[in-house]
């Protein structure tokens, strides 16, 4: 049967995203094969489109879904035919009416989570899975300690804010307008700092935090934010740089961890989190827990036709997005 999916023939803008016809076949061994009800939009897929994070060409986009499985290889038990499922997974293919595709990283999504709300939420739950209960200072952390989490009303940003609150963090989110600043507040950020208006923002941190600045920073702008970040670090602190949205992180001096008081830096990937099938069943138990209780609540901001996934990228690049958003195929 012919489908759907999205390609890039070549790195570039989002006119290159063309959607063409495609045979899916049936799944290998250890593969399945899954009907999407809805696909994720996510930062990483403009870094595959504009080459940032190279790809073998022509590429399909898309690391995140949510829809019912089809059919499944062999040597795959933890799936059936019929089951819903969702995913964060490589290799990139998730702009699709329906996609093989390897089984490891397919979670069973439990009846209560809704398929759009599952391909909002996967890449970036499981991702701020990782960085707040896995990516830890010395000593790890506990109620009361102060993080500093930079777009924190993106689709990552919303929901570390919430989880940051369940856990009882005090959360500095940093974002580019002060219509986001009050959402990130409104979604647990306990300080919000407008870093376009307000560019030297470790100086706040400073203010916030007595002098002390915070035990992590989480940083996913990368160039624009990297100095301020280290600034922002309280002794022994830990900066997991996790993106670049504003451009690659500088080369870095090692003296410098030294001089900013013997500070960590990690650049860490959801993909070495995912990479055994426990490893992926255990942080999506906690996302799906954490999302049935009520305490993280998934913002989708935008909903566009997986033919649109060019406008999509348009308005993730242009700073629009006030939370997650989906593709519709
Ligand atoms: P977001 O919805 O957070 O969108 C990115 C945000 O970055 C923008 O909304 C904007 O917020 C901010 N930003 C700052 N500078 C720029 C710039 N120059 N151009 C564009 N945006 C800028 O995206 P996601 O939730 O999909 O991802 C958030 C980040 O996390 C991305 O950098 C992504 O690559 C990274 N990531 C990393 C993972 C990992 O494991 N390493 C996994 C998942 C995501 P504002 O206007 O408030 O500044």
């Given at each position: 049967m012919s489908e759907k999916a999205v390609f890039i023939e070549q790195p570039g803008g989002p006119e290159q995203l063309k959607l063409v016809e495609v045979e899916v076949g049936a799944p290998g061994p250890g593969e399945i094969r899954i009907r999407h009800v809805a696909c994720g939009l996510n930062y990483i897929d403009v870094y595959h489109r504009n080459g940032t994070y190279p790809l073998p060409l022509p590429a399909r986009l898309g690391m995140e879904g949510a829809g019912v499985v089809e059919a499944v290889g062999e040597g795959v038990t933890h799936l059936q035919v019929g089951d819903r499922a969702a995913y964060a997974s490589q290799p990139p293919g998730a702009y699709a009416t329906a996609r093989v595709m390897p089984a490891k990283?397919?979670?069973?999504?439990?009846?209560?989570?809704?398929?759009?709300?599952?391909?909002?939420?996967?890449?970036?739950?499981?991702?701020?899975?990782?960085?707040?209960?896995?990516?830890?200072p010395q000593g790890g952390l506990q109620a009361g300690d102060f993080v500093l989490f930079h777009?924190?009303?993106?689709?990552?940003?919303?929901?570390?804010?919430?989880?940051?609150?369940?856990?009882?963090?005090?959360?500095?989110?940093?974002?580019?307008?002060?219509?986001?600043?009050?959402?990130?507040?409104?979604?647990?950020?306990?300080?919000?700092?407008?870093?376009?208006?307000?560019?030297?923002?470790?100086?706040?941190?400073?203010?916030?935090?007595?002098?002390?600045g915070v035990k992590v920073v989480y940083d996913s702008v990368g160039a624009d934010t990297w100095a301020g970040s280290l600034d922002s670090l309280a002794p022994f602190g830990l900066l997991a740089s996790f993106g670049g949205a504003s451009g690659p992180v500088p080369p870095i001096n090692i003296g410098t961890l030294a001089a900013k008081g013997s500070v960590y830096v990690t650049r860490p990937t959801l993909f070495t989190h995912l990479s055994t099938r426990e490893?992926?069943?255990?942080?999506?138990?906690?996302?799906?827990?954490?999302?049935?209780?009520?305490?993280?609540?998934?913002?989708?901001?935008?909903r566009y036709a997986l033919g649109d996934a060019a406008q999509a990228h348009r308005d993730l690049e242009a700073r629009q997005l006030l939370g997650s958003a989906v593709l519709l195929p």
């Open positions: 990283a397919v979670l069973k999504l439990p009846n209560d989570i809704a398929f759009d709300t599952a391909a909002a939420m996967m890449l970036k739950g499981l991702t701020v899975q990782y960085l707040l209960r896995k990516t830890l777009a924190a009303a993106g689709g990552v940003g919303l929901i570390a804010c919430q989880w940051a609150r369940a856990l009882g963090l005090q959360l500095i989110g940093t974002a580019g307008s002060d219509e986001k600043c009050a959402l990130a507040l409104e979604h647990g950020a306990t300080h919000a700092i407008n870093y376009r208006s307000q560019p030297d923002f470790a100086a706040q941190v400073r203010d916030i935090t007595g002098g002390r490893s992926a069943q255990a942080m999506g138990d906690e996302l799906f827990d954490i999302v049935r209780s009520g305490q993280v609540k998934v913002r989708i901001a935008g």
